[in-house]
């Protein structure tokens, strides 16, 4: 897969403790591919259970390349084995790599003064302390949560009641909202403190003048050139290795697929949906709460801005709609598309709106979670 000159692949590794890295299985692959041309970054999760050649040792889950590195002596130990592995069994080229542990993981988004995250559907954050045996219940209802470091930690760890890619898109929302949330200047002022304050916790062939150089570049990134990529159920296949292992074979053809989206320009009709620059008002048509900031969480990186958010005339809509007050058109397909709306709701009553060029009034059949 060609990836231009411009863009630099950075994979993020996590794994449960840095004590033992001969022991520890990584937890968490996602290759973040910025191209500084284009201003332009895109994710890709890897699952933790999926099948390779692994240089050197021979085939196994990609999750115990990294440490099969330090146990090996291979040369650039844990990172450059699973590097390689990676290159090896998919083709896709990394630059640089940065581990973090969970305590490190914790500390960081406590650093940063902790993280808006909007949760649209339950989930279970069931846990062990570390001073009991017993596990604890932790079920976030769906809501708008600002988590600390330890939240946030079991809020991209859980797998309970889901499976690892429903993990993965979590994961992958935690990074986008991070970022969302502090890419602004006074970001750069603050890496040279941030990088000695977790210089302990977080591992990386980055230096210093690379993270404000891709700090620079991230400040100028529009949401709609944030993309989110996954090797899923549809680029895999479940398999029983000879040992009686649950594992995943890599579907080459359709993980191609994928990278061959991970290296494309960015969409003309993401900008143009941006350049269209329509006034939306979200309006929730039904009795569950929370459904416009849900919605507005998940518009924002198709290049929509949701100016106002409220409640409609009544809570029984049956059906979403979308009201066209000032022709909009890129704006209006994007929102039928995403918001999966037919044609038989979309309504175009030229002129009112009162500053407002599209209205959406959510239905009972408005899902966040699908």
């Given at each position: 897969?060609?990836?231009?000159?411009?863009?630099?692949?950075i994979?993020l590794?996590?794994?449960?403790?840095?004590?033992?890295?001969?022991?520890?299985?990584?937890?968490?692959?996602?290759?973040?591919?910025?191209?500084?041309?284009?201003?332009q970054v895109?994710?890709?999760?890897?699952?933790?259970d999926?099948?390779?050649?692994?240089?050197?040792y021979?085939?196994?889950?990609?999750?115990?390349?990294?440490?099969?590195?330090?146990?090996?002596?291979y040369?650039g130990?844990?990172?450059?084995?699973?590097?390689?592995?990676?290159?090896?069994?998919?083709?896709?080229?990394?630059?640089?790599?940065?581990?973090?542990?969970?305590?490190?993981?914790t500390?960081?988004?406590?650093?940063?003064g902790?993280?808006?995250?909007?949760?649209?559907?339950?989930?279970?954050?069931?846990?062990?302390?570390?001073?009991?045996?017993?596990?604890?219940?932790?079920?976030?209802?769906?809501?708008?949560?600002?988590m600390?470091?330890?939240?946030?930690?079991k809020?991209?760890?859980?797998?309970?009641?889901?499976?690892?890619?429903?993990?993965?898109?979590?994961?992958?929302?935690?990074?986008?909202?991070?970022?969302?949330?502090?890419?602004?200047?006074?970001?750069?002022?603050?890496?040279?403190?941030?990088?000695?304050?977790?210089?302990?916790?977080?591992?990386?062939?980055?230096?210093?003048?690379?993270?404000?150089?891709?700090?620079?570049?991230g400040?100028?990134?529009?949401?709609?050139?944030?993309?989110?990529?996954?090797?899923?159920?549809?680029?895999?296949?479940?398999?029983?290795?000879?040992?009686?292992?649950?594992?995943?074979?890599?579907?080459?053809?359709?993980?191609?697929?994928?990278?061959?989206?991970?290296?494309?320009?960015?969409?003309?009709d993401?900008?143009?949906?941006a350049?269209?620059?329509?006034?939306?008002?979200?309006?929730?048509?039904?009795?569950?709460?929370?459904?416009?900031?849900?919605?507005?969480?998940?518009?924002q990186?198709?290049?929509?801005?949701?100016?106002?958010?409220?409640?409609?005339?009544?809570?029984?809509y049956p059906k979403?709609?979308?009201?066209?007050?000032?022709?909009?058109p890129?704006?209006?397909?994007?929102?039928a598309?995403?918001?999966?709306?037919?044609?038989?709701?979309?309504?175009?009553?030229?002129?009112?709106?009162?500053?407002?060029?599209?209205?959406?009034i959510?239905?009972?059949?408005?899902?966040?979670?699908?």
């Amino acid at each position: 897969m060609a990836f231009g000159d411009d863009t630099v692949n950075i994979l993020l590794i996590g794994l449960d403790s840095t004590a033992n890295l001969r022991g520890q299985n990584t937890d968490v692959l996602i290759v973040v591919s910025v191209n500084k041309a284009t201003r332009q970054v895109s994710m890709l999760s890897i699952p933790r259970d999926l099948w390779v050649y692994i240089p050197t040792y021979g085939w196994n889950r990609i999750n115990t390349a990294h440490r099969r590195g330090y146990s090996l002596g291979y040369p650039g130990e844990g990172s450059a084995l699973l590097i390689d592995t990676i290159e090896m069994n998919i083709g896709l080229p990394i630059h640089h790599w940065a581990r973090v542990d969970f305590a490190g993981f914790t500390k960081v988004v406590d650093q940063l003064g902790g993280v808006d995250i909007t949760v649209a559907c339950p989930v279970n954050l069931r846990f062990k302390p570390p001073t009991s045996e017993e596990e604890q219940e932790m079920v976030l209802l769906p809501g708008i949560y600002h988590m600390d470091g330890d939240t946030a930690l079991k809020y991209v760890r859980t797998r309970r009641g889901s499976s690892d890619f429903a993990r993965a898109r979590r994961q992958q929302q935690f990074l986008k909202a991070m970022w969302s949330q502090f890419k602004s200047p006074d970001i750069i002022a603050r890496i040279p403190g941030l990088w000695t304050a977790l210089s302990g916790s977080v591992k990386t062939d980055l230096g210093l003048d690379d993270l404000l150089s891709l700090a620079r570049v991230g400040i100028d990134i529009k949401p709609q050139r944030v993309h989110s990529y996954y090797i899923g159920r549809s680029e895999t296949m479940d398999w029983v290795t000879d040992q009686g292992w649950q594992v995943l074979l890599p579907r080459l053809d359709k993980i191609q697929e994928v990278l061959a989206k991970l290296a494309s320009p960015p969409s003309a009709d993401e900008d143009q949906v941006a350049s269209e620059g329509a006034a939306i008002e979200v309006l929730n048509g039904t009795t569950r709460p929370n459904l416009p900031q849900f919605a507005a969480d998940q518009l924002q990186w198709y290049g929509l801005k949701i100016t106002r958010t409220g409640t409609a005339d009544r809570a029984d809509y049956p059906k979403t709609q979308i009201i066209v007050f000032n022709d909009r058109p890129k704006a209006v397909e994007t929102l039928a598309k995403v918001l999966k709306v037919t044609a038989a709701n979309i309504v175009y009553q030229q002129g009112g709106g009162q500053g407002i060029d599209v209205q959406v009034i959510l239905g009972a059949d408005y899902d966040p979670c699908r």
